[in-house]
């Protein structure tokens, strides 16, 4: 069966219509060959989203946003996602605005919470992560203010060190650098006279440290030798005759013995001065009367009759 003209014109007009509108809708974002789920979200700000970005759930693109629009009276922006996925979503769910990368544009997340499942045209709770840049610029704000204030006090700093260094202070300080740099050359020159001191006295110094290894090699044999004269037995045998003397001592102190006896005993120390004075007695009359005790007579005389003392001539 031939078609007429006007029909074949009808059908191609009609199929060049159906192309116009779903290439539209490719545009747009829409897929009019996919049954998707719509679901909604209200943000305070969508922080640079846009339509078309993806909508994903662990990373996986699960869908894509259709539209954004702005309400006049609440100025909060409500957000519509075309999600394709049998993956179960509650109501519960948040819709997190993120930044996968720095340089990216900003996605969709979709963290699946416990609850009831949302049906076409459920609302879904809205959330933000901070980016990247974010993040990075909430923490360089306190550091910032850190280095303001590190500034403020370096200024002040220099401010009161230019108040202290006037121009005398700057004139003492350069005087005192002087100072210092004639103490350097005269330490200078004083090493240079310590070295030629040394140099010139080279043979001395060598001789003096050969003396002293010569002095420490005759103490190690001083040392040597002490130590085989066996002081141990001599310090024993010294430590026995203390503790002998000691011994004796004590049987001294104690009465004990003919030492002993004369320190302790009182009557044979009265005996030995009674004795001493008897034998003072005798020999004093010994030298006045000799020939009481030595009868020498060439003559045939007699001897005088003996006449005792009528006072003792020695002293108590």
């Known amino acids: 069966m031939k078609l007429s003209r006007e029909l074949k014109t009808a059908i191609l007009v009609i199929i060049s219509i159906l192309l116009f509108i779903w290439g539209y809708s490719f545009l747009k974002g829409r897929d009019l060959f996919v049954n998707y789920k719509r679901l909604y979200v209200t943000y305070t700000n969508v922080e640079g989203l846009t339509v078309a970005a993806p909508v994903t759930i662990n990373g996986l693109t699960v869908g894509k946003v259709n539209t954004i629009q702005l309400d006049n009276t609440t100025g909060k922006l409500k957000v519509e996602l ?3 996925t049998d993956f179960p979503i509650t109501k519960a769910s948040q819709a997190e605005i993120y930044a996968p990368s720095p340089i990216g544009g900003k996605q969709i997340a979709l963290k699946i919470l416990p609850g ?34 590190l500034l403020d006090n370096a200024n002040k700093m220099m401010e009161n060190l230019n108040g202290v260094l006037d121009a005398k202070t ?12 004639e103490t350097i050359a005269q330490f200078k020159q004083t090493a240079a006279q310590t070295n030629s001191i040394l140099a010139d006295n080279k043979t001395k110094l060598s001789n003096t440290l050969g003396n002293a290894e010569k002095i420490s090699a005759n103490f190690s044999k001083v040392s040597d030798s002490l130590a085989k004269i066996e002081l141990g037995k001599t310090v024993k045998k010294l430590e026995s005759t203390m503790a002998s003397v000691n011994t004796m001592m004590a049987d001294m102190n104690s009465g004990k013995g003919t030492m002993g006896k004369l320190l302790k005993d009182e009557a044979m120390y009265n005996n030995f001065t009674n004795t001493s004075k008897e034998l003072e007695l005798l ?7 000799p020939t009481r005790y030595v009868n020498v007579s060439l003559f045939g005389k007699k001897n005088k009759p003996y006449v005792a003392p009528v006072t003792d001539t020695i002293k108590k």
């Open 170 to 181: 700057k004139e003492n300080l350069q005087q005192s650098l002087a100072n210092l740099n």
């Open 116 to 149: 009831d499942l949302a049906q076409d045209g459920d609302f879904l709770i809205s959330a933000t992560k901070l980016g990247l840049t974010e993040q990075l610029a909430n923490e360089v704000a306190p550091l910032k203010d850190k280095v303001t204030v």
């Open 283 to 289: 020999l004093q009359d010994l030298r006045l009367n």
């Open 82 to 84: 075309q999600i394709n």
